[in-house]
């Protein structure tokens, strides 16, 4: 039984015309109690005997979820409890929810306009917590599109908020939506408005470019109003209670895939509890912008040299190219699902795009290709003469392969160094190198002339009478020997 206040509260209530619901919903209880007593105020009604009910099963259940989320909404635990098999109705779900968190907090209002069809599209990032990678923690984002009529919705997840990530999304939603509006709606991101002063809004000059191909005009929301762009906000935070709770993911592609089923069959066919309609309906009657024929090419590009081990550096991971690329600048592209690498104008690599951080990622093909060249390399005649020599060069030439050093400098170099000083003190000075770890022919040759040059130097003995070290001795000039002798060799041969 409640208490005579709240009695009178829906007696007030009531004579301002409000619903039952809207009561319920204010006061705190059950929508049948305020219909009760508005028929019969004075009405006593026997609870000594609970009745029971269909959410009796589930309540520890719901509790579980609420521990969770608190702020699920009654919809979506309606679809977990249907899962479950409850064959109730939403309004007992939303009661009981109710129930467990209390009264609401009054909100605030604001003035609410409508756009015509197809004439604006309103954008805006949600930050959706972290995807786990391995060890690796991903933050993950979504990029939120509604169409301002018919409120029809796209959604992409991304792990970045960047100005190609930013591009590629809006492009999938033009492909989505069938076409582009006449205005689109942003926030304040840096990668749509730069700077702005009052009324004067300077535009990021590659947002423009990307829009310039569709000819869409970008409008720019005021700091700290968040009513200006009122229904993608809403559509946030309908995604954030709707789709996200109670639900796991594998990796990005995982969620694009249930958000897009989220999408195709809860949120652009329910029944929009502003427009009364079905988004799905109610975009039929706009008419879109066509695409252009030729869709710009909104992936991230990069310029990245090839390292010796045959591979790229990319978002900290090694991605493998053909090892004929190996000290070349090679062209990046990559999206959120792959990763393609280009010389000049020819794809010549392509790989899924890895989320985890410190990996190598492999392309057999590339490792078969190293592995010819290998093979090719011990049948070239100068590295069979420097293999020739003995097990020692065999293993340093090898250490030398797989190293990625020049292979020709390197051998040219050593049996260079072979005929100078010798096949036993080449082996020895590549067996010491080999202790050291120290690989190519600079090294070799470093260590063939330290061991060619005295190691120590001996000073002259030094004599008691200090005066008798202080002697300097003039160099003989050896032309005059040879003029005396040879005026000695023609006095004998006048003889």
């Excluded at 972290?130 to 690796?136: F, I, M, P, T, V």
């Excluded at 190609?164 to 006449?182: E, R, S, W, Y």
């Excluded at 310039?212 to 409008?219: L, M, S, V, W």
């Excluded at 090679?330 to 010549?348: G, M, P």
């Amino acid at each position: 039984m409640i208490d005579k206040q709240t009695v009178f509260e829906i007696h007030r209530l009531h004579q301002l015309s409000w619903s039952y619901r809207k009561i319920a919903r204010t006061l705190g209880i059950d929508r049948d109690t305020v219909k009760n007593y508005v028929n019969d105020p004075q009405r006593k009604f026997n609870r000594s005997v609970p009745r029971s009910s269909k959410l009796d099963p589930f309540r520890q259940l719901i509790q579980n979820w609420l521990e969770q989320d608190n702020d699920v909404k009654a919809p979506v635990v309606l679809q977990r409890l249907s899962e479950n098999g409850f064959d109730g109705k939403i309004t007992i779900v939303r009661d009981y929810l109710r129930h467990l968190r209390g009264p609401r907090k009054k909100r605030q209002a604001f003035l609410r306009f409508e756009s015509l069809p197809g004439e604006q599209m309103q954008i805006d990032w949600g930050h959706f917590g972290s995807l786990l990678y391995g060890e690796d923690k991903r933050k993950l984002y979504a990029l939120v599109v509604i169409e301002a009529y018919s409120r029809m919705l796209y959604v992409e997840f991304t792990h970045s908020q960047n100005q190609a990530a930013l591009h590629q999304c809006l492009l999938n939603a033009f492909i989505f939506f069938g076409g582009c509006p006449k205005e689109i709606l942003v926030d304040n991101m840096l990668t749509a408005v730069i700077e702005r002063q009052g009324t004067v809004i300077r535009f990021n000059g590659a947002f423009l470019d990307f829009l310039r191909t569709f000819h869409i005009i970008p409008i720019a929301c005021t700091p700290a109003a968040p009513n200006e762009k009122g229904k993608v906000e809403s559509a946030i935070k309908y995604l954030r209670q709707n789709f996200w709770p109670l639900r796991s993911f594998a990796d990005l592609t995982d969620v694009q895939l249930q958000v897009q089923k989220w999408l195709n069959d809860v949120a652009n066919v329910r029944i929009h509890h502003t427009t009364g309609q079905r988004p799905v309906e109610r975009f039929e009657k706009v008419r879109l912008n066509p695409l252009p024929e030729l869709l710009p090419d909104c992936r991230q590009v990069l310029s990245l040299k090839v390292h010796k081990d045959y591979a790229i550096r990319f978002d900290t991971n090694a991605y493998t190219v053909p090892p004929w690329t190996i000290g070349q600048k090679l062209t990046v592209k990559a999206d959120a699902a792959r990763l393609s690498v280009y010389h000049k104008h020819k794809k010549v690599a392509c790989h899924l795009r890895c989320w985890q951080r410190k990996q190598r990622i492999e392309s057999p093909t590339h490792t078969q290709q190293v592995k010819r060249i290998r093979k090719r390399l011990w049948q070239d005649r100068q590295i069979a003469a420097l293999a020739s020599l003995g097990l020692e060069a065999r293993y340093y030439l090898k250490a030398i392969i797989d190293a990625n050093l020049p292979i020709k400098k390197n051998v040219t170099k050593l049996l260079s160094l072979n005929d100078q000083y010798g096949t036993t003190m080449l082996i020895w000075a590549i067996r010491k190198a080999l202790s050291f770890n120290a690989y190519g022919a600079e090294y070799i040759e470093n260590i063939l002339y330290q061991n060619s040059s005295p190691k120590k130097s001996h000073p002259p003995v030094r004599l008691k009478d200090d005066q008798l070290n202080t002697i300097t001795l003039t160099q003989p000039c050896l032309a005059d020997y040879d003029a005396h002798i040879l005026k000695k060799d023609k006095k004998n041969h006048d003889c």
